[in-house]
């Protein structure tokens, strides 16, 4: 089955800075990564996707890229703020797997301002 | 519109003992999942549903069971409950219909056995 790696498990940055989270997949049907920000004793909520029929998608501060040859994607954020600090979860799809979605780790984000 | 609703919110169970965790969501959507996510860890899915009638196996599905009798609701069941399922449990939804889509998670269950 599908198995999605996440590093780093914790990052810091100072505010103004850029973000960078990477995430393989062994899948190769895999076809939909999702990213999705968890608040402390939130919910995960989707911030970005990206289908595997387009290379990049940019939305405001934030970007995703998908390499589907060497099977890895990354999230991108620029510019972080204070509020950008959660833990943001990668994860992988397949429509031939009856759309199991499986989720890296995480990495736990901290903005310092 | 609720959008994906779970209860209880928390519930703290002594050990062989048995609940449900109950998931409901208005939005029609044919998909529905659980994962469990363990203290600093990431969403382990346990079981989800293609439509009511039809589940499967996730990652880590021993020790649960689960049922789809109808669109709306996929109820969780914990057997015997071991202190290894104290654990914030999700409940998630998805439409198919409109091709690859983002789930929508429920607020969570905070369970813990003790």
């Known amino acids: 089955g599908e198995n999605v790696e996440q590093h780093p498990s914790t990052l810091s940055v100072q505010e103004g800075d850029s973000a960078v989270i990477k995430c393989t997949y062994s899948?190769?049907?895999?076809?939909?990564f999702p990213w999705y920000k968890q608040e402390l004793g939130k919910r995960p909520q989707l911030i970005i996707d990206?289908?595997?029929?387009?290379g990049e998608k940019k939305d405001q501060r934030i970007a995703v890229t998908l390499n589907k040859t060497a099977k890895h994607f990354s999230l991108h954020i620029t510019e972080t703020q204070p509020e950008d600090s959660a833990v943001y979860f990668c994860?992988?799809?397949?429509?031939?797997?009856?759309?199991?979605?499986?989720f890296g780790p995480g990495t736990s984000l901290s903005v310092i301002p | 519109n609720a959008g994906v609703t779970q209860t209880p919110k928390f519930r703290i169970l002594k050990i062989g003992q048995s609940m449900t965790l109950q998931c409901t969501q208005d939005?029609?959507?044919?998909?529905m999942y659980w994962y469990r996510q363990d203290p600093g860890m990431g969403l382990k899915l346990i079981y989800y549903?293609?439509?009511?009638?039809?589940?499967d196996k996730g990652e880590v599905p021993n020790g649960y069971n689960v049922s789809r009798s109808t669109t709306e609701d996929f109820p969780l069941r914990l057997e015997l409950a071991a202190p290894s399922q104290t654990s914030v449990y999700f409940c998630?939804?998805?439409?198919?219909?409109?091709?690859?889509?983002?789930?929508?998670f429920g607020p969570g269950t905070r369970l813990t056995v003790l």
């Open positions: 899948d190769s049907a895999s076809n939909y």
């Open positions: 994860a992988a799809s397949s429509e031939t797997s009856y759309d199991k979605v499986i």
């Open positions: 939005m029609n959507h044919n998909y």
């Open positions: 549903s293609v439509g009511a009638g039809i589940t």
């Open positions: 990206i289908r595997s029929n387009v």
């Open positions: 998630a939804s998805r439409n198919q219909g409109t091709g690859l889509s983002e789930q929508f």
